[in-house]
């Protein structure tokens, strides 16, 4: 059916220059088109790569936050040990203190 019209038009015809038209018309929609995705194309691909950055921050903060948890975890466990070791010579002094007590009291009586 296509063929026919088309075929029929001549070089010369009238209906060139409504033909052009309307090929400039179909030019100028399939461009608009064309511009959207294209535009819609950027836009997704400048949406993938700020998640693809806030994934690596994701990853980084993780990461942060393990290593300064383990950290946190190393030095409690150093406060107690010193705190233990307090503790122990607190005992051993008052323990002393309680003997040379005695020794006094036993060299007053």
Do not use: I
């Amino acid at each position: 059916m296509l063929r026919g019209y088309f075929h029929k038009l001549s070089p010369g015809s009238q209906t060139e220059g409504a033909q052009k038209e309307g090929m400039n018309f179909y030019l100028v929609a399939f461009m608009a088109c064309a511009n959207t995705w294209r535009e819609k194309a950027r836009a997704k691909t400048a949406e993938a790569s700020a998640l693809q950055a806030l994934e690596k921050e994701n990853a980084s903060l993780k990461e942060e936050k393990e290593t300064l948890a383990c950290r946190w975890a190393c030095q409690e466990e150093a406060y107690k040990d010193s705190l233990r070791l307090a503790q122990k010579v607190k005992e051993e002094a008052s323990k002393r203190l309680h003997e040379a007590g005695q020794v006094h009291a036993e060299l007053l009586g």
